[in-house]
């Protein structure tokens, strides 16, 4: 716009706006869009959802998609809050670190690759109970893992599941993504139907008898 006048003619003070940018799908099972961060991981959690609606269950389930969370993991506040949950695992995506334009955040985040399955990530925000179940249904379920370490709490929603009412046994996994936080942003495919495959799975795993106090 080249005045405040001629803005004031097609939008108003706080609204809310996106660049539009449809979905495409690229060669060797990768797919291009919008907001990936966080539509994919809404996406595998009620994929996950339908996987488990054929499995044997032992455990109530319930499958959120979160609102707000980047800007204060707000909604996964609330959602917590509400359901109480005793165990929750949250989806996001993490920084692909495999292609040129990464830079240095290579060198602190890791090595995260797409197509290298999801991301487990380690650390005080993750209970180890939970974590080692994560890691030892994947090794029998034979889907590939890359694992992260993050030595404080996370920036998402496992932080503020974590945090809920006296304490909830939370983990994280992530969906590798490149170009985050664009227009187009980046991921495989393969590594979608992973994650909703592990999740299903950990998820068939947990009863009321499962203890995840740590030590
Ligand atoms: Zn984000």
Known sequence: MKSKAEAEKLVSIGDPLVIQYGFEELENSRAV?????????????????????????????HAVATVQEEIGLRGAR???????????????????????NIGSVVNQEGKVEL???????????I???????????????????????????????ANAIQLNRAG???????????????????????????????LAAVVAKITPRTNFIPF
Not at 83 to 97: L, N, Q, R, S
Not at 169 to 187: D, K, N, Q, V
């Open 33 to 61: 869009g919008r907001a990936f961060d966080d539509r994919a991981g809404a996406f595998t959690i009620l994929e996950a959802a339908r996987l488990l609606s054929k499995m044997t269950t032992q455990c109530e389930v």
């Open 78 to 100: 609330t959602a917590a809050f509400g359901i109480e949950p005793d165990v929750g695992i949250a989806v996001d995506v993490t920084f692909a670190t495999d292609h040129p």
């Open 115 to 125: 197509d290298g399955g999801p991301v487990i990530t380690r650390g005080p925000n």
């Open 127 to 157: 209970n180890p109970k939970l974590f080692e179940l994560i890691v030892k249904t994947a090794k029998e379920e034979k889907i590939p893992v890359q694992i992260v370490a993050e030595a404080r709490g996370t920036g998402t929603d």
């Open 168 to 198: 909830v046994a939370t983990a994280l996994i992530s969906i590798p993504l490149r170009y985050m936080h664009s227009p187009c942003e980046l991921l495989s495919l393969k590594d979608l139907e992973a994650v909703s495959k592990l």
